[in-house]
């Protein structure tokens, strides 16, 4: 699975436009919404004009050689998220770190260093993809039943109602991190809520909203 788009609600516009800029992204506005472009997908925050204030997680790959010197730019902007102290975390079953910031709009953004892929040879290239986004759900196993319809599945084989679950395909880069609400995301005192959002794979557009997942081909990629 390849992650191609990621559409999220926000009513912060033009912070978000200023915030990402700051700290490095390419953006720009169309249609009223606010569109980041990263290496290898994209970040389509779509303007919300309704009472709710949504906020979501989702995680940013960066090259493992760029590690340090990328978190120590983005501290000097923004403030870095801390847990227990911590301003960083090392994933030792997965051999990755991450930090995290808050955006604007209450998103916990995540910036990860997977050492087990070939992301050092991206050169002049600080972002690279989008590597998870959630989907947070009352309905956790209904919600994968009928993404193992689509031959997604969950990464280490085990579906986790109470816990974190990393959704993938075929190729393990990239992921749906299914999960229900009321869970603390890491690195932030945030609960897990449900928000609408899609999602545009290298096959398949997701649709999420009311609690509700529909899939379909995507049928503008070849």
């Known amino acids: 699975m390849k992650i191609i788009t990621i559409c999220l609600q926000t009513k912060e516009i033009s912070k978000l436009k200023e915030f990402y800029e700051k700290i490095g992204f390419n ?31 989702f995680a ?19 403030f870095l998220l801390t847990e227990d102290n911590n301003d960083e975390i090392y994933f030792e079953h997965i051999n990755a770190k991450s930090f ?3 955006d604007p709009s209450g998103n916990i953004v995540e910036f990860i260093a997977r050492n087990q892929f070939d992301n050092d ?9 989008i590597s998870e986004i959630s989907l947070v759900t009352n309905k956790v196993n209904q919600t994968f039943k009928q993404l193992e319809n689509y031959k997604f599945r969950e990464r280490d084989n085990e579906l986790i109602e109470e816990g974190l679950n990393f959704i993938c395909s075929s190729e393990e880069k990239e992921y749906i991190l299914l999960t229900k609400e009321g869970r603390r995301w890491l690195f932030s005192d945030k609960l897990s809520k449900s928000f609408p959002l899609q999602i545009n794979t290298d096959e398949y557009i997701l649709n999420f909203i009311n609690d509700h997942l529909e899939i379909k081909k995507n049928k503008n990629i070849l």
């Not at 506005?29 to 997680?57: A, C, G, M, T, W």
């Not at 960066?62 to 120590?72: N, R, T, Y």
């Open 27 to 57: 953006s720009v506005v169309k249609d009223n919404n606010l569109i980041i472009q990263l290496n290898d997908s994209k970040i389509i925050f779509e303007n919300n004009s309704n009472e709710s204030r949504p906020y979501y997680h």
């Open 60 to 78: 940013i790959d960066i090259a493992p050689k760029d590690f340090e010197s990328l978190k120590k730019t983005i501290s000097e902007k923004v």
């Open 100 to 102: 995290y910031i808050n």
């Open 121 to 129: 040879n991206f050169k002049n290239i600080r972002y690279i993809r």
